[in-house]
């Protein structure tokens, strides 16, 4: 691993807290990689299911690929399924990426990413709230889900099952007064509660991802046509 690791606070990371989000958030996370710190808004993550249908890696990559292009910043989890799609989309829309991990920077989880996480380290951003050889643990990733909700502008939900560390970043977005966005046949799904449930709480159904753009925070977007 060529970058460097090094050792910062959330607020250097992004920006400064409130007391809600600084309840919340790790003490401190380890990055390493080329993206200029503090990270620029908007930023958005894309999130799901590791075992995804066709059709939620399809939607995630489109919704990836339509945001990267108008200047947002991707953020997923390098897990299997819609987090690799949210990730690979982004870098071949040539836009910027942040990996937020649940194991240490110096180990990768799953190992077929591998070679994702070392291209995400060279080229764009990645984060662990977790040291070197800190052993990788279940909790981890609820852990890892629930700071990508602190570190992102909005969450963007496209696929999950009632077990998935997902619901816990919707949650933790809620909780936090940050959007959060379900993809609208998520919601549809008659064998799942939670995205009702959700939407009480104030998640948004959306089926444009340009519904997503008008929620972020400001910056100079091109708008391209969604496809």
């Not at 919704?63 to 989890?77: D, E, M, R, T």
Request: charged residues 20%; contains cysteine.
């Amino acid at each position: 691993m060529e970058q460097q690791i090094r050792a910062c606070t959330i607020t250097e990371l992004i920006r400064p807290l409130n007391d809600v989000e600084k309840k919340h958030a790790p003490e401190q996370v380890y990055i390493a990689g080329k993206l200029p710190i503090p990270l620029t808004s908007p930023r958005a993550a894309i999130i799901g299911s590791r075992k995804a249908s066709q059709q939620g890696l399809e939607v995630a990559s489109t919704i990836a690929k339509f945001l990267a292009q108008n200047k947002v910043i991707i953020v997923s989890g390098l897990a299997e399924g819609i987090d690799t799609a949210a990730h690979t989309s982004t870098i071949e829309a040539k836009g910027q990426t942040v990996a937020v991990l649940g194991t240490p920077l110096n180990k990768v989880y799953p190992k077929t990413n591998s070679k994702l996480q070392e291209r995400i380290i060279q080229e764009h951003l990645a984060i662990s709230q977790f040291p070197n050889e800190y052993p990788i643990l279940p909790r981890n990733f609820i852990l890892r889900n629930k700071t990508m909700a602190i570190i992102s502008d909005a969450s963007i939900i496209i696929e999950a099952g009632s077990t998935s560390g997902t619901i816990h970043q919707g949650w933790e977005a809620i909780r936090l007064r940050r959007p959060l966005f379900i993809w609208h046949q998520l919601i549809q799904d008659t064998t799942l509660t939670w995205p009702k449930k959700m939407v009480e709480y104030g998640a948004i159904e959306f089926s444009d991802p340009k519904e997503i753009l008008e929620a972020l925070p400001p910056q100079q977007i091109t708008l391209k046509v969604f496809q």
